[in-house]
């Protein structure tokens, strides 16, 4: 069984510019959940998606979107980007909804 | 708004004692989960433990088990036997059964386990 895998494990943009992010979700998973780790901090909820919809939404703006994929895969995308927009990007999937989320590795995004 | 606060940045334990992790909640629920996830250095967050509200029965995994106080919104980690590999950033996690798409974290204790 494959679990939670991420790209790319490190990318460095300048602001300004845009940047996607992906997400496979552990086999049988149809929820898709992702978070923003700052240094030094716990995780924040961005957005989750559920069966290709975006199920919920964290206190982040709308340059933050996502998509899922019919494979359950997703993608998040960021639109000018700022420097505090540094930092872990955690993707987690579930059975379900309401079930434990499994965390992939992570993608560290630096904005220069 | 629900918040979860770990009011310890940095514990240290000997090898093969035990340590105990805090965590606290605030919520007006009745039903909800929490959890424990580690992060070592190499970043991926790791389940630990989890535990229902609605169950009075602590959880436990193999040397890793919580104090669950739900009157005291406490939820504890006690790590027996500390173990060299146990040395990571711990989080506390907090997630409604109603709303459950909005997992709430702590700001993590980071945990040295000394040979």
């Known amino acids: 069984e494959t679990g939670v895998t991420q790209s790319p494990t490190h990318l460095i943009k300048t602001r300004g510019q845009q940047v996607t992010l992906r997400c496979s979700s552990q086999?049988?998973?149809?929820?898709v959940s992702w978070y923003q780790q700052a240094l030094g901090q716990g995780p924040q909820f961005i957005f989750q998606?559920?069966?290709?919809?975006?199920?919920g939404r964290g206190n982040f703006p709308p340059r933050f979107s996502g998509l899922q994929f019919p494979n359950y895969s997703s993608e998040l995308n960021v639109n000018a980007l700022e420097l505090d927009d540094s930092a872990l990007y955690l993707c987690a999937s579930s059975l379900g909804r309401s079930d434990t989320q499994y965390f992939g590795p992570g993608t560290r995004l630096t904005v220069l | 708004a629900q918040t979860v606060t770990q009011s310890q940045p940095e514990m240290s334990v000997q090898e093969a004692e035990t340590v105990t992790l805090s965590c606290t909640y605030d919520?007006?629920?009745?039903?909800?989960?929490l959890f424990w996830y580690k992060q070592p250095p190499s970043r991926q967050m790791i389940l630990v433990i989890r535990q229902e509200a609605y169950k009075q029965q602590n959880a436990t995994e193999n040397r890793f088990s919580v104090n669950f106080q739900k009157a005291a919104k406490s939820f504890s980690l006690k790590i027996s036997d500390s173990q060299l590999g146990d040395a990571a950033m711990y989080f506390c996690a907090y997630r409604s059964a109603d709303n459950n798409n909005d997992m709430r974290f702590g700001a993590g204790t980071r945990l040295t386990v000394k040979p």
């Open positions: 086999s049988g998973h149809n929820t």
């Open positions: 998606y559920y069966r290709e919809e975006e199920n």
């Open positions: 919520t007006s629920e009745s039903d909800y989960y």
